[in-house]
């Protein structure tokens, strides 16, 4: 018999903290998830909407940001822009509103991980109708290894991808109905089903910020140019290259130049760590690719941080390999692995230069080595939320709980974490 939620939820906790009898932790595994609703949020003066999926409550599929997506691709007026950065596209829906839009007279503008251009699927068939649409890719003497396997746009390492999820709009209108400019959506679901509605994911739009906007489309106009750097080091924050900031957020723009600096550590290292902090993370996978990041991590822990993390599964295993598996459950983070989880986002509640604030950070970087140095990927650092008003902060939590509660306890010696 599987136990009510306020007791599924109590003994979640306990699971996290102690081994229990498999039998009373397997019931709170597979206890159904609530599924956090879309969020309205003012963020620096700004409309911020944020939309999250979780297939564990809807029967295996959720088709919430999608719909989103849609929706603002068919309130986009005749005269408008949109602009569109796809790592993989099979919602048909999707491809449909791009082709209406630009028949309305909308400008589209596309651009799709290279590895895409040799697909015929019913989607891609569709979205190839548009005048301007791009597969990302360069020829082979450009690329590292001259294997011509890579699809990114700026990137031209052999194995790099378009990794995005990116769409920009001179105007649409807010899930209210108001007319809205200057529009911007990120965050880590794919235009696919596999890796968009039948797993954990989630998405930012911002409303009426003309800065972010602005240099989201530079970035996108980099992308559309493929202006490629030596050595992959495009992102060069004191020359301003892939880094663009607004008072909603801060976006940075992978890849950067091997052995520099890590751009997700350098965006959570100015919380002061104390008894109060609290870390979440949820990551598709986390690899040993990133050590300043890890170490992060630890170290945060190391001085009372405490410190949670939702990571994917495959096969029943925990995508995270054994090293830093064992390095994080000694650290005495508490991880569950979660199944369909493909969301790349950090939460933070804690002590920034003398005040407490709750941050958000997400974007389409995976805790890997590639998604540094060898992906086209966008983290963004949202601006923060103080006080008693932290909306997005706390849509984002009831998501990161949606996920915790269902995963499999993972404690130290027990890896794979079956």
Known sequence: MRPSRGVAARLAILCSLIVLAPLICAGVMTAPADAASPVRATVAGRQVWAHFTNPAAHD??????????????????????????????????????LVAAEKRGVTVLVLIDGKNASQTGAALTIVRQLRNVRFCGYPAAAYEKKTRAGGGCISTSDDGDLHVKMFTFTATTDPTGAPRTDVSWFGSANMTYASGSDQFNNAITVYGDAALAG??????????????????????GPAKRGYYVAATATAYASPEGRGQTDTVVSRLNDVAPNANCQVRIAMNFVTAGRPSLLKLVKSLRAKKCRVWMTVGSSGGKIEMDRSTYDSLTKAGVWIRRVSHVHDKYVLIYGKFDGRYEYRVYTGSQNWSASALATNDE?????????????????????HFDDAYRIGRACVKGKYPCR
């Open 215 to 236: 240099g989201l489309n530079r970035y996108f106009a980099d992308l559309w140019n493929r202006r490629h750097y030596p050595r992959n080091d495009y992102y060069n």
């Open 378 to 398: 966008l983290f963004v650092k949202m601006a923060p939320e103080t006080g008693s008003n932290h909306r997005l902060y706390d849509g984002f939590r009831a």
């Open 60 to 97: 295996g599929r959720d088709d919430t940001i999608h719909d989103e997506v849609v929706r603002l691709i068919e309130n986009a007026p005749a005269g408008s822009t949109v602009r569109a950065t796809i790592y993989s596209l099979s919602v048909q829906p999707v491809a449909k509103a």
